[in-house]
T-cell receptor
Framework: AQSVTQLDSQVPVFEEAPVELRCNYS??????LFWYVQYPNQGLQLLLK??????LVKGINGFEAEFNKSQTSFHLRKPSVHISDTAEYFC??????????????FGTGTLLAVQP | DGGITQSPKYLFRKEGQNVTLSCEQN?????MYWYRQDPGQGLRLIYY???????QKGDIAEGYSVSREKKESFPLTVTSAQKNPTAFYLC???????????FGPGTRLTVL
């Protein structure tokens, strides 16, 4: 089974500053990793995913994440945030063998609050 | 455009009434999911379905029921047995090969 931890429930940051949202996972098998974004009263939208290959993954809206197997982490970064990036961000993990029985496990989310 | 639709966006019901939330997808995905979202608790899995006419309980299935009569549709019924039904409900479907899930816009249910 897999689990995922997002230690920061809220991250305040000033506009145009860099940001890192932390995600750590545990698994006894290889994993797929995902970051989703949720704006208020909306569904979740995929930001980026790691399936295999390069450990640095680039996503939409200028976000990127790095898969670190030794530290079991998949932290999300952006070099310069905008007010419009204010949202809840969820990290998710599944075992790397596909199939609907292999469920996505979500973290509890991190609220990114960008201040002017 | 392909996607997932949920209706209605907002739903109000009296305590003790059953209510059914709609979820439709035209992505041709085999698997579909229902999540409940409460503040500070992330997403909790209620039910999921891998294929038509088959579904499994998730982590918090008590007080909920589902059906999967068509590939495109996965309605969720919140029954009167659900002790605290007020929440934001999200439906999703997925690609089997890598588990990426696509989400609908959600339904906010308020029980008065």
């Amino acid at each position: 089974a897999q689990s995922v931890t997002q230690l920061d429930s809220q991250v305040p940051v000033f506009e145009e500053a860099p940001v890192e949202l932390r995600c750590n996972y545990s698994s006894s098998v290889s994993v797929y990793l995902f970051w989703y974004v949720q704006y208020p009263n909306q569904g979740l939208q995929l930001l980026l995913k790691y399936l295999s290959g390069s450990t640095l993954v680039k996503g939409i809206n200028g976000f990127e994440a790095e898969f670190n197997k030794s530290q079991t982490s998949f932290h999300l970064r952006k070099p310069s945030v905008h007010i419009s990036d204010t949202a809840e961000y969820f990290c998710a993990v599944s075992g790397a063998y596909g199939g609907a029985t292999n469920k996505l496990i979500f973290g509890t989310g991190t609220l990114l609050a960008v201040q002017p | 455009d392909g996607g997932i639709t949920q209706s209605p966006k907002y739903l109000f019901r009296k305590e003790g009434q059953n209510v059914t939330l709609s979820c439709e997808q035209n992505l041709n995905h085999d698997a579909m999911y229902w999540y409940r979202q409460d503040p500070g608790q992330g997403l909790r899995l209620i039910y999921y379905s891998q294929i038509v006419n088959d579904f499994q309980k998730g982590d918090i299935a008590e007080g909920y029921s589902v059906s999967r009569e068509k590939k495109e549709s996965f309605p969720l019924t919140v029954t009167s047995a659900q002790k605290n039904p007020t929440a934001f409900y999200l439906c999703a479907s997925s690609i089997k090969r890598n588990n990426e899930q696509f989400f609908g816009p959600g339904t906010r249910l308020t029980v008065l």
